[in-house]
């Protein structure tokens, strides 16, 4: 069943800026993990904005638990919680102050709060720190203390924007268990993500976002079978001769656009690649890199748009 | 991960804001009292402090006003730290959240309304109005050479303006807050709040501006000026604006800048 249900939101900052989302749309399901994916700029935050009631949309609609996010905005925050991207923590309070009055929020009682931030710490590692300034602590505590945060008043849906940004690869490890976890109680989960990585291990759904509009969706399985073949060759090139025409008998072929440092060419076919080299070299193209297309989510993002993700 | 202790309360909607009203007033009132009391009381009370003592005490003293000044100018300092405190308790915070701390975030997202958020910045504002204003009495007494004469008191009218006074102020400091671009921030308490002190009727009756006609009439722009002269009448037997101009003044003054920095607030909280 559909817990959340974004329909052809648009958002548009200002009178003749460009779109910053054109025409979203999807569901997430109750206790599904569910990825927007895609590069800076492209719709993401803006997409959670308006399912967190932040940003309010030009046009269309979002729900969350059949209730609208303008419409009923107190029933939406009573139902979720975020984690942002840039830490906003109550800094005028300990660590554990800052959970206790985020659940006094939320109507918990005086014992129920302690208790539960208590567990919390605990869970996410930070027992032992909880009478400390928030001053005091790491971005990566930081960023653990606003999850534990946003766990405290056990919400049904939470949303992580770029949850792994800027994270050691320690705290990203805990912080993909700690996902795995929320799975487990049943907890709706949307996260946003340029790590196309993350995304596949984490996500049951991902939505990959371009441009403020959603150019894929499905799961990542799925995604990869978007991908002409699961296996192929990128091959970059300098070179007047076209690509596409020299490589078309070996199997698909995709060419990005031209950078200085030539052409990226994706030809999917299995040949050796010793056979392209030599074709290349017949047509006059000087092969500049090579690289195996194994079927991620960065070979579906740059198939479906033309671009590398980064 | 273990089973959640407890299940989130099933609170109505009206319940629900309530008590994350209620909840953040009391999370205000420990800030104040466990991490901030000494920094809230001198930033509070210093300026009023100073122009006690030095309109009260040593222009008299050096034969520059006369003796009886401290007596008009007290019910004006009342007024002013009512005012000021509310207003700049109001706006200082917001501005800083709203573009550097992003605290408010996680206020915006409690099961409360943004204009519920920004009437509750208000009240805790104003309850800190309340408590500078009350705190400078005592201290007056020590300053002023007259000491605090409370003989001919209206109370009702005094406890009135307590309470609705640091409200005006706070909502030209919601209006002011929300209004401007962080990097235009300082600018804006320059041209105003110099102006607000000084066209307040905080240091002179208002009525003694007869002869100054046109600045007279310009003081009427200013809240603070129905607060000053409310509290002269209330407190001491000077002529002073009538109970219910300083009414009309007060309540108009609060619901034009309430509604625009209500506005203001919720056009800063959704983009």
């Known amino acids: ?310 | 991960m273990s089973a959640p202790v407890v299940q989130a309360p099933q609170l109505g909607q009206r319940r629900a804001q309530i008590t994350a009203f209620k909840a953040m007033c009391g999370r205000d009132c420990w800030v104040i009292l466990r991490h901030d009391l000494a920094g809230f009381l001198a930033q509070s009370l210093l300026q009023p402090l100073f122009f006690l003592f030095i309109f009260g005490r040593v222009l008299p003293e050096i034969g520059a006003a006369q003796g009886s000044y401290g007596a008009q100018l007290l019910p004006g300092i009342i007024a002013l730290t009512l005012f000021l405190t509310s207003l700049q308790n109001t706006a200082l915070p917001l501005v800083i959240d709203f573009s550097f701390t992003k605290e408010i975030e996680d206020r915006l997202l409690a099961p409360l309304s943004a204009w519920a958020l920004a009437v509750q910045k208000m009240v805790m504002a104003s309850l800190r109005g309340i408590v500078a204003g009350l705190a400078i009495i005592p201290l007056a007494a020590l300053i002023l050479p007259g000491g605090v004469d409370f003989a001919d008191v209206s109370w009702l009218g005094f406890v009135v303006l307590l309470l609705v006074g640091p409200l005006a102020g706070a909502s030209v400091g919601l209006l002011l807050g929300t209004a401007v671009e962080p990097q235009k921030i300082s600018t804006m308490f320059a041209v105003t709040l110099t102006p607000l002190l000084f066209t307040g009727a905080t240091f002179y009756p208002w009525q003694a501006l007869d002869t100054l006609r046109w600045f007279q009439v310009l003081t009427l722009l200013n809240p603070l000026t129905y607060l000053s002269e409310g509290m002269r009448g209330a407190l001491t037997t000077i002529p002073a604006l009538g109970a219910g101009w300083v009414a009309l003044g007060l309540v108009v003054a609060t619901a034009i800048f309430g509604t625009l920095g209500v506005r203001g607030f919720t056009r800063r909280a959704t983009d």
């Open chain 1, 1 to 310: 069943m559909a817990f959340a249900v974004v329909s052809d939101l648009h958002k548009r900052y200002r009178p003749g800026a460009p779109e910053a989302v054109a025409g979203v749309s999807f569901e997430v399901s109750e206790g599904e993990i569910f990825g927007l994916l895609g590069p800076n700029g492209a719709g993401k935050t803006t997409t959670i904005g308006a399912m967190t009631t932040r940003v309010r949309p030009t046009s269309g609609q979002v729900t969350i638990d059949g209730f609208d996010v303008v419409r009923d905005a107190v029933a939406v925050k009573q139902r979720i919680a975020m984690v942002p991207q840039r830490p906003n923590l109550d800094r005028a309070l300990t660590a554990i102050e800052v959970l206790t009055f985020h659940a006094a929020y939320f109507g918990f009682g005086r014992q129920q709060r302690r208790a539960r931030a208590m567990e919390l710490l605990s869970l996410l590692g930070l027992e032992g720190r909880e009478d400390e300034e928030i001053n005091t602590y790491s971005g990566g505590m930081a960023q653990r203390l606003m999850i534990a945060r946003a766990l405290m008043h056990d919400p049904r849906m939470l949303f992580l924007d770029e949850p792994t940004t800027g994270l050691d690869p320690q705290s990203r490890l805990f912080l993909w268990d700690r996902v795995a976890d929320l799975r487990a109680r049943g907890v709706t989960l949307l996260l946003t993500t340029h790590d196309m990585a993350e995304a596949d291990l984490l996500c049951d759904r991902i939505a990959i976002v371009d441009h403020g509009e959603v150019i894929a969706l499905d799961t990542p399985r799925g995604l990869r079978n978007l991908l002409p073949g699961d296996r192929g060759l990128e091959i970059g090139v300098t070179g007047d001769a076209d690509p596409a025409t020299v490589f078309q008998r070996f199997g698909e072929v995709e060419v990005a656009d031209a950078t200085d440092d030539g052409r990226n060419v994706r030809i999917y076919a299995t040949n050796p690649l010793a056979e392209l080299v030599a074709a290349a070299d017949a047509a006059g193209l000087r092969v500049e890199g090579v690289r195996r297309i194994e079927g991620t989510l960065e070979d579906v993002f740059v198939h479906l748009t033309g671009r590398d993700l980064r």
